[in-house]
């Protein structure tokens, strides 16, 4: 299983991590899109629109503003990190969304800048299994593959 913050450890084996900044998902005509990285109060001018509240991403938001005076009130909430990805665009709305859900470049419809690690931290990717569980030989060699593309993304390079 991929899993990102916060994960309950205590039931699962952790085979591999990748750190994994929040970034601001936006439109190419966002006035935002100039900037190689967003501070999180950059983004009160804005409408924005957030995960919901069990998501990882939506966690490390609400514990940034908390330890911030910068209070972004979400002018809609989603489930859906698809939807959240696609929506920018038409009111010029931030969204927020990890990098391994992000395209590789900005040729698509939006663009997405990292936030600021000092005002939002990155999060972690656990690749994990069920603790004592013996994985059948073919998930073994794909959860193996997934451990080296995760350390590779993450510029560790090495194995997990």
């Known amino acids: 299983a991929l899993g990102f913050e916060p994960v309950r450890l205590s039931d699962v084996q952790v085979l591999a991590t990748a750190p994994q900044p929040v970034h601001?998902?936006?439109?190419?005509?966002?006035?935002l899109a100039a900037k190689k990285?967003?501070?999180?109060?950059?983004?009160?001018?804005?409408?924005?629109?957030?995960?919901?509240?069990?998501?990882?991403v939506r966690y490390l938001l609400d514990i940034a503003m908390r330890r911030s005076s910068v209070q972004i009130v979400p002018g809609i909430e989603s489930d859906s990190f698809e939807f959240l990805r696609c929506y920018p665009g038409p009111e010029l709305m931030v969204t927020f969304q990890i990098p391994?859900?992000?395209?590789?470049?900005?040729?698509?419809?939006?663009?997405?800048r990292p936030i600021d690690t000092r005002d939002v931290p990155a999060g972690v990717l656990y690749l994990a299994q069920m603790r004592q569980r013996t994985l059948p030989v073919a998930a073994a060699n794909f959860a193996r593959q997934l451990a080296q593309a995760l350390d590779v993304a993450s510029g560790r390079g090495g194995h997990a």
Do not use: C, K, N, T
């Open 100 to 112: 391994i859900g992000l395209p590789m470049d900005d040729s698509g419809p939006v663009v997405s």
């Open 24 to 31: 601001a998902v936006m439109s190419h005509e966002h006035p």
């Open 37 to 56: 990285v967003i501070r999180l109060s950059d983004m009160s001018d804005f409408p924005v629109g957030m995960p919901s509240e069990e998501f990882g």
